[in-house]
Every structure is written in C-alpha cells, then in structure tokens.
C-alpha cells in the first residue's frame, strides 16, 4: 500500500512538473489553432523542437547569450509558421495538416541526420545550454527540496516555476482574444470562413495569427521541456507528443481557455501513474510475471491513455470543461 | 448590342403599380426601357462586361453586358445550372473569371478578393444557409459590423478600445434581431435554430454591415409558405432603404412580387431581360425552361412523359396564362 502511495506521489509530481507544463502550452498552441480557429496542425512539436534548438544551438555550439537563444527560438517558430501557412491556409484544412505532419517528421529527421551534425550534433543531442538560467534561480539549486511529499532538485523546481507562470500568462493571453471581437472572427472561421469572407474579415489574416500565435506557444513548450531536461535531442521531440497534446486539449475540453491545462496536467498524473502503478504492482507480484512484464509496462501505460480516451469520448465527449450542448451541435 | 424593335414596357407596369410612390422610385425608372437584352439603367449600381467564366469545356458564365439599377430589386432567374450562382460568386469575389470586367459604382470589383468586396457595401448570403452554429444569434450578428476596432490581434487585448464600439453594435444588433423577431433567441446557438430561422438569421447578419448592394441566392428556398411572406416583406424593406437588391429565386410568384426588374440566364448567358410581367411572354425564356433538353438524346420513356406534359401545357395553355409555372413544373421532373 506504501508503494502505491509512492506511485501516487511520483505521478502527482509529473502531475505538476516541467512536462506537464511542456503538454500545457503544446495544447494550449492547439487551442487556439484547433479548437477555436479550426486550423489542424498535426506537427506542433516541430515548433517546439525550433524552440528547443533554438536555444541549444545559440548557447552551446554559437556561445550566445540565453535570452538571444529564447528571441532565436521564438523567430525560427514565427518563421516555420509562416513557411506553413503561406502556401497551405488559402487551401482546404486538409492541406494544413498534411504539411504540418511532413514538417514535424522531416524537420526531426534532419536534426538527426549526419549532415546536419556539425549543427545539431545529431542523435547524441546538445546539453549544457540551460547552466545560465538555471542559474538565475532565487535560491540553491544544488539542493534538493520537498515539496507534496515529493522531493524536487532546486533547478528542477526553478524550471518547474517559471514554466506555470509562462502557462499562466498564456492563459490570460487566450482569455483575452477568445472574449474579443478577434476571438468572436477566428471562431466564426471555424464555423464556416466563406460566410466571414462575406462579411469583410480578411480570413487568411487571421488564419495565418492564428498559427503563428500557436506555434510560439509551441515554441515555449518546447523551451522549457529543453531547459527541463538540461538536453536537447531530436528523438524527444517525436510527433507522438502532438497527438498527446491533443488527447490533454480533448480531455481538458477543447475551446476552454483552462482545459489544455488541466488536462495536460491529468494526462501526465495518469501516464505516470499508470507507469509507476503497473511497475509497483508487479514488483509485488499482484500481478503474475507471466502475465505482464515491468518491461510491457511503456507500451501498456499508452494502451491505458487511448482506452480512456475512447470511453470519454463516448461518455463525456466535450472533456472536463466543455459544454455539452455545443459539441453535440453538429451542424455538418 | 444589337437593338432589336421590342415592345417597351409602357403598359406592363400598370398590371402591378399598386404601391406607394416611394416603394417603386426604381420601378418608375425602369418603366420606360425597352426590353432588351443589356439595355442601359439610369442609374446603374453594378456594371457587368463580358464576363466570362469557363470550367474545363463548360462556359458557366458568359455575360456581355448587364446593369443592375440602384434602389431596386432585381431578379435573376433561370434553370439549374444557368449560370446564376457561379455569376453570384464572381460579383463578390469568389470565384474569378476568365475575361471580363465589372464595376460597382463605377470602382472596378475585378481582382478583389471576398472580404474586399464585402467592405465596399456588397454583401451576399449563400444558397446553402452559413449559420455559424457554435456561436450564440447574438455573436453571430455582431460579426457583420463592420470596421471593428476589436478585431485587429494586439487591439484585442485592451478591451478598453473596443467595448464602447461593442456595446453600440450590441444595440444596433438586437434592433435587427427585433425587425426580424429572433430577439428571444439571442442568446441561443445558431446551430439551434430552424432553417428558416437561419435565413433570416443570415439576412439579419448581412444588414449588420449597412450594406449598399444585397445579394441574396435563393433566399425562399426551403422556407414554409408561412415565413416567405415575412421574407418578403424583409427584403421589400431593404428596398424601402434605398439598399440595391439582387436575388436569385425559382419561384415565379415570388419573383413577380416583389421584382422591380427580372434578368434570366441560361446556359450562362443572360437570355432576357425586362419588368416580371414581360418575362412570361418571352420566347427565349418559355424555350429555356421547356426546351431544356430538346437536343439532348432522350429515353423513349423520357420522350413520351416530355410530349405528353407539352401537349398538356398546350392544351390548358388558354386557361392559365402562367406558361413559367408549367415550366417550372416540366424542370422539376427532368432534373431527376
């Protein structure tokens, strides 16, 4: 019992920690893309992985400053949006997803490739570009602090901090949109943009502010899961991350301005839990070795997340936060 | 073009000038041009030249020349696939042609895009109805006004710039919403409301904006018996305020309503022109509607059940003077 009570801390500081904060502005990006614009970007972690980059190679291979490495990052995600949406967003939805999901793939691809070394260094990744933020931390992040039961190094902590301000600033940011005249044109255009282009609104402006705006969430979230793990490789950002950061927005709610939030935050809780959970149980031999092995535990942990998103679909299709009424208001 | 001696329109006026003097201003004007096709208006709001619209080896749309007079109401009808809807997308931007030009209010429309088009004051409603389901009646008005402070990204965050502008279109939306009596509804999805209710809905939307020119597609269509009188009156309303009114309908009864002038297209070209009450006399029109499908092969099925309604319409041909109507009739069947 001890032990599952470990498995629910450990998971509750997932619950809590910088990658929950990393989920949070993946699908915080989406929210404004997917769920209130209608824009379907298939290849979010590909600006979070701008983001991350974009710090890691400005410190660790150009030696230049860490905030120039975040402005950096920030630009190469404007940039990546912009290539993106030029050619796709006077085109059909379709067309967005299918250059988004090529662009996640190719751009990690080329991270990794043996060309692109010099740059990148490849698969063995970068590392030591987050020391000058870390080292802005109020207090010593050399010890360790506990923290809900949990123990938390002090760099950790710092991260962890300053990535929920970063997500509280983001919720007010889309709080502020979605309640304005803006938030009322994007989500007109998830409706039906022939009827907003009847209407004097210039549907590919706000389509392409849209995309921008989510993709330097993106960026952001990839920053901080960067200076989280101290390291930056291509194979942590696969685009199985993307569809994580969906599956946090649909079971947070999608068009909430809190539900990417708390569901990243959930989503994380149960894949840590279901990880630490399965392992604990068959430490003690509840259940048979036979029967499952600590090494299936990675892949059944996912097997658990889609089997839950199934039966919320059905049950709760609108997430935590949604409203009933208007998601079964299926009017196409 | 070519000016054939054709009955001016005189007489014809008098079979429907029962309204006020103020309703009919363009009648009035319209009353003396011969009926011919691209006559000049006197006071022209939309100018159409050669605009032609080509898919693959089909010519949709091949207009030469059309004026559209300001203040009245125009009719544009025609069979399915005449050419009406695609000449609709390319006035406002959404499709454009292979040659040709137009102009509204002498500024040329050629290479705008939609919004653009919007902004000038010519605003059109589509023929399958675009309610914005998942926003409120409310929010759904409130996006037809037009030059919002609030919409631009970085003004958007200070309410401060926009709220005092908000509250004056809230005002000006439930005002519409009353005239159209869809005020108990304000706060209700759109995506809740009845098709009708959706027409008026998108109407209501496009008077937001104070639009010069109303382009209405098919906006009876799919409407019970009941609310297109209301429509009706709605749409005579916009002439009553000075708004140039375009619409495409299949109902002949509608059409002679409220038309001030009728265009009809076939095939992509316009084919007639003139008062509602020239139109059912017209040759080229009855062939359009009756003839659909005279040199298309036919079934020996097909040929008899055609031969058997023309006779029909012959036969009862003195009785009822509405030939359009039996056309209408003949279409319906053979569209199948």
């Known amino acids: ?332 | 073009m070519p000016a054939e001696p054709t009955p001016t329109g005189a007489h014809a006026s008098s079979t429907t000038g029962a309204g006020g003097p103020p309703r009919r201003l363009a009648q009035a004007a319209l009353r003396d041009l011969p009926w011919e096709i691209g006559v000049a208006k006197p006071d022209p709001a939309i100018v159409v030249d050669g605009v032609v619209r080509t898919f693959g080896g089909l010519t949709a749309v091949s207009v030469d020349h059309l004026e559209i007079q300001r203040g009245g109401i125009t009719g544009l009808i025609g069979p399915n696939g005449a050419g009406k809807t695609t000449l609709f997308n390319l006035l406002t931007g959404f499709d454009q042609p292979d040659g040709g030009s137009w102009s509204f209010d002498g500024r040329p429309l050629g290479k705008l895009s939609p919004h653009q088009v919007a902004r000038l004051g010519v605003v059109r409603t589509f023929q399958l109805t675009k309610a914005l389901s998942r926003l409120t009646v409310l929010q759904n008005m409130l996006l037809g006004a037009q030059g919002q402070r609030g919409e631009g990204f970085f003004r958007a965050l200070v309410p401060g710039i926009w709220r005092a502008q908000e509250e004056a279109n809230t005002e000006k939306a439930m005002d519409l919403l009353r005239r159209f009596k869809l005020d108990a509804k304000k706060d209700d999805f759109a995506g809740t409301l009845s098709g009708g209710q959706r027409k008026l809905l998108e109407m209501a939307r496009a008077l937001m904006s104070d639009p010069k020119v109303v382009m209405l597609d098919e906006p009876m269509a799919g409407v019970n018996p009941a609310l297109t009188q209301s429509l009706l009156g709605h749409v005579k309303d916009l002439r009553e305020q000075g708004m140039t009114v375009v619409f495409v309908e299949h109902d002949m009864d509608v059409v002679r309503d409220i038309s001030d002038w009728v265009v009809v297209m076939a095939a992509g070209k316009v084919i007639a022109e003139g008062p509602p009450e020239s139109i059912s006399q017209n040759k080229a029109v009855v062939d359009a509607y009756l003839g659909a499908h005279h040199d298309a092969p036919l079934t020996i099925e097909d040929e008899d059940r055609v031969l058997a309604e023309a006779e029909a319409t012959i036969a009862h041909g003195e009785q009822t003077d509405d030939v359009s109507r039996a056309g209408r009739r003949t279409k319906k069947r053979t569209d199948r």
Do not use: H
């Open chain 1, 1 to 332: 019992m001890a032990e599952l009570l470990d498995a629910l801390a450990v998971a509750l500081k997932a619950g809590i920690g910088f990658q929950a904060v990393f989920f949070a502005l993946l699908a915080i990006g989406l929210n404004i893309q997917f769920a209130y614009t209608g824009l379907l970007n298939f290849g979010q972690i590909a600006f979070a992985m701008l983001g991350g980059y974009g710090i890691a190679i400005s410190v660790a291979q150009w030696g230049l400053p860490f905030w120039v490495g975040v402005l950096i990052g920030i630009a190469a995600a404007v940039l990546l949006a912009l290539l993106l949406g030029i050619p796709t967003l006077r085109l059909r939805a379709d067309y967005l997803a299918i250059a988004t999901i090529a662009a996640a793939e190719g751009l990690r691809l080329t991270f990794r490739s043996v060309s692109a070394t010099p740059i990148t260094a490849g698969t063995r990744g970068l590392s030591g570009f987050s020391d000058p933020f870390v080292a802005l931390a109020p207090w010593d992040t050399a010890r360790r602090y506990s923290l809900l039961g949990t123990r938390w190094s002090g760099a950790d902590l710092w991260v962890t901090l300053v990535g929920w301000i970063l997500v509280a600033l983001a919720c007010l940011l889309v709080w502020l949109l979605v309640r304005s005249p803006w938030g009322r044109v994007v989500k007109s255009i998830r409706e039906d943009e022939d009827a907003v282009r009847a209407l004097g609104k210039n549907v590919y402006v706000y389509k392409m502010q849209a995309l921008v705006l989510g993709g330097v969430l993106g960026a952001l979230g990839g920053m901080v899961y960067a200076v989280g793990t101290a390291s930056a490789t291509p194979d942590q950002y696969q685009n199985a991350n993307t569809f994580l950061a969906y599956a946090a927005l649909i079971l947070g709610g999608a068009a909430r301005v809190l539900g990417p939030v708390i569901g990243a935050m959930l989503l994380y809780f149960i894949i840590q839990f279901a990880d630490t959970g399965l392992r604990t149980l068959i430490g003690n031999g509840v259940i048979p070795e036979d029967l499952l092995s600590a090494t299936d535990v990675a892949q059944i942990r996912f097997m658990i997340i889609g089997l839950g998103l199934i039966l919320l679909l059905i049950f709760r299709p609108q997430g935590i936060f949604g409203d009933r009424r208007e998601v079964m208001l299926d009017a196409r």
